[in-house]
């Protein structure tokens, strides 16, 4: 018999009410909804709604159901549709009328929203540690390779000479806001539904502060309707979680890359790595390719939940059990990337020789040959002509920059003296770079002294 099935005058079809039912997926809110329940017992009883007998049955009935849960010793009656409705249930058949009494003042519409956020707030924590622990590991692994010299690219094309140490400062900046983003949606989970009822309130006289002091609430939804039938901090995680998984991706992206043999800038730990059931020689960067490949999972996860609440009218629609299957997999999916991905990071070896001899090939250090000429008095625009023509002469040469004498280039411009060689090096192309955020020795130590602070 269901708790709502007093207006009907027969059962729900079988299949219908399996297909309609949410408890195989929202079981995973018990803590929350016992929580939640406790708050709410506790608040009648201080206004007088409920006797202090019946919240104090009812708080022990169901801290009992919590540790039954928990040990794995319950088992939901068949046809039970939520994870609400189940817990309920249980407590009514283990203290009687007390139990029947807990719903009051209260809608499951109000009992969700707060369910999930509670979920929400706690799972957003949970991921911003995760995200502080690869931040950190980030750092460290960027401190020890302030002077390891790599390729800068751009449009996958050697562009500058880089230190490793700073390539990975990029990726630490951009965990930083998804740190951030996570901090700024948690503050909007944390208002209180509950109290709020079905859509418009209720006409008991409850004190809703208390509750949100008892749930650790910092505010209260301050609109019945909106509380219940909004889940845009719910939207919010999952579109965090978007951009994060974003993030890993392109990060993921470039050590496939980099474990290559045309780079071999890293190579991943076996405990990180997979081989081939037919090629004995492969080393596979799998969980990269995995982590590369979930993001699509969570884009999904994103777009599923937009497209759910896109056309939905004021108030609660039963559409809205489809906001869990996305939520629950988009945190699942982040958290579980981000801890392989910090320990794949943590235990990869680095190639430093490939890194160094790569930073000498691709006319790096072209700009700062221009630039050379500059500081000789030559206008830019007339130094990056000169300096292209000598480019495309050593392309014809099969020789590098560094390689023509002095006298060959001065048949491109008589300024040119000695002291351009040890311009030019590699090591010298980087440390010039000395403006606030560049790569050069001395900024990219700031950088790291103000991530440690």
Same mark, same amino acid.
């Not at 979930?294 to 759910?308: E, F, P, Q, S, W």
């Not at 990337?337 to 320990?343: K, W």
């Not at 950088?447 to 602070?453: G, H, S």
């Given at each position: 018999?269901?708790?709502?099935?007093?207006?009907?005058?027969?059962?729900?079809?079988?299949?219908?009410?399996e297909?309609a039912a949410?408890?195989?997926?929202?079981?995973?809110?018990?803590?929350?909804?016992?929580h939640?329940?406790?708050?709410?017992?506790?608040? @009648?009883?201080?206004q007088?709604?409920?006797t202090?007998?019946?919240?104090?049955?009812?708080e022990? /009935?169901?801290?009992e159901i919590?540790?039954e849960?928990?040990?794995?010793?319950?088992?939901?009656?068949?046809?039970?549709?939520?994870?609400h409705?189940g817990?309920?249930?249980?407590?009514?058949e283990?203290?009687g009328?007390?139990?029947?009494?807990?719903?009051t003042?209260?809608?499951r519409?109000?009992?969700v929203?707060t369910?999930?956020r509670?979920?929400?707030?706690?799972?957003?924590?949970?991921?911003?540690?995760? @995200?502080?622990?690869?931040?950190d590991?980030? @750092?460290?692994l960027?401190?020890?390779?302030?002077l390891t010299?790599?390729?800068g690219y !751009?449009?996958?094309q050697?562009?500058?000479?880089?230190?490793?140490g700073?390539?990975l400062?990029?990726y630490?900046?951009m965990?930083?806001?998804?740190?951030?983003?996570?901090?700024?949606?948690y +503050?909007?989970?944390?208002?209180?539904?509950?109290? +709020?009822?079905?859509?418009?309130?209720?006409?008991?006289?409850?004190?809703?502060?208390y509750?949100?002091?008892? @749930?650790?609430f910092?505010?209260l939804?301050?609109n019945?309707?909106?509380?219940?039938?909004d889940?845009?901090?719910?939207?919010e995680?999952?579109?965090?979680?978007?951009?994060?998984m974003?993030h890993?991706?392109?990060?993921?992206?470039e050590?496939?890359?980099?474990?290559?043999?045309?780079?071999?800038?890293v190579?991943?730990?076996?405990?990180?790595?997979?081989?081939?059931?037919?090629?004995?020689?492969?080393?596979?960067p799998?969980?990269a390719?995995?982590?590369r490949?979930?993001?699509?999972?969570?884009?999904?996860?994103?777009?599923?939940?937009?497209?759910?609440?896109? /056309?939905?009218p004021?108030?609660?629609? =039963?559409d809205m059990q489809?906001?869990k299957?996305?939520?629950?997999?988009?945190?699942e999916?982040? =958290?579980?990337?981000?801890?392989?991905?910090?320990?794949?990071i943590a !235990?990869?070896s680095?190639?430093t020789?490939?890194m160094?001899?790569?930073?000498?090939q691709?006319?790096?250090?072209?700009t700062?040959?221009?630039?050379?000429?500059?500081?000789?008095?030559?206008?830019?625009? +007339?130094?990056?002509?000169i300096?292209?023509?000598?480019?495309?002469?050593?392309?014809?040469?099969?020789?590098?920059?560094e390689?023509?004498?002095?006298?060959?280039?001065?048949?491109?411009?008589?300024k040119?003296?000695?002291?351009?060689?040890?311009?030019?090096?590699?090591?010298a192309?980087?440390?010039a =770079?000395?403006?606030?955020?560049?790569? +050069?020795?001395?900024?990219?130590r700031e950088?790291?002294?103000?991530?440690?602070?």
């Open positions: 018999m269901k708790l709502w099935n007093g207006r009907f005058d027969k059962e729900i079809s079988g299949f219908a009410d297909w949410s408890l195989s997926f929202d079981h995973v809110l018990y803590r929350e909804d016992i939640g329940s406790i708050a709410h017992s506790k608040m @009648l009883a201080k007088g709604i409920l202090e007998s019946d919240a104090q049955q009812i022990s /009935g169901l801290l919590l540790t849960i928990e040990a794995g010793k319950v088992v939901f009656p068949e046809g039970t549709e939520d994870i409705m817990v309920e249930a249980l407590l009514t283990k203290i009328e007390a139990g029947k009494r807990l719903h003042a209260r809608s519409n109000d009992q929203a369910d999930i509670l979920f929400v707030k706690e799972e957003t924590l949970r991921t911003i540690e995760l @995200l502080k622990l690869l931040r590991t980030l @750092l460290a960027a401190e020890s390779h302030v010299i790599m390729p !751009t449009h996958l050697h562009a500058q000479p880089v230190s490793f700073f390539h400062m990029a630490y900046q965990f930083g806001r998804d740190t951030e983003r996570f901090w700024s949606s +503050s909007r989970a944390d208002s209180l539904p509950l109290g +709020s009822g079905a859509l418009a309130g209720t006409s008991y006289d409850t004190d809703r502060a509750v949100a002091d008892e @749930l650790e910092t505010a939804c301050a019945a309707m909106d509380a219940v039938s889940r845009d901090f719910l939207i995680y999952i579109s965090n979680a978007s951009i994060a974003m890993l991706s392109r990060f993921c992206e050590l496939i890359l980099w474990s290559s043999s045309e780079f071999s800038f190579e991943m730990d076996d405990a990180y790595s997979t081989g081939s059931s037919i090629m004995p020689q492969k080393k596979n799998d969980m390719e995995l982590i490949g979930k993001t699509g999972r969570v884009y999904g996860d994103l777009m599923a939940i937009l497209t759910v609440m896109k /056309g939905l004021l108030a609660y629609n =039963k489809e906001d299957m996305p939520l629950f997999d988009a945190i999916t982040l =958290k579980s990337s981000l801890i392989v991905f910090t320990e794949m !235990t990869m680095v190639n020789d490939s160094a001899d790569a930073a000498k691709g006319f790096m250090n072209a700062d040959a221009a630039d050379y000429l500059v500081r000789k008095g030559v206008p830019f625009r +007339s130094s990056h002509e300096i292209g023509k000598i480019v495309r002469a050593c392309i014809e040469k099969n020789c590098a920059i390689d023509l004498t002095l006298e060959e280039l001065h048949t491109f411009s008589e040119f003296e000695m002291d351009l060689f040890d311009f030019i090096t590699p090591e192309c980087m440390n =770079k000395i403006s606030e955020g560049g790569t +050069s020795e001395h900024r990219l950088q790291i002294a103000r991530a440690k602070k």
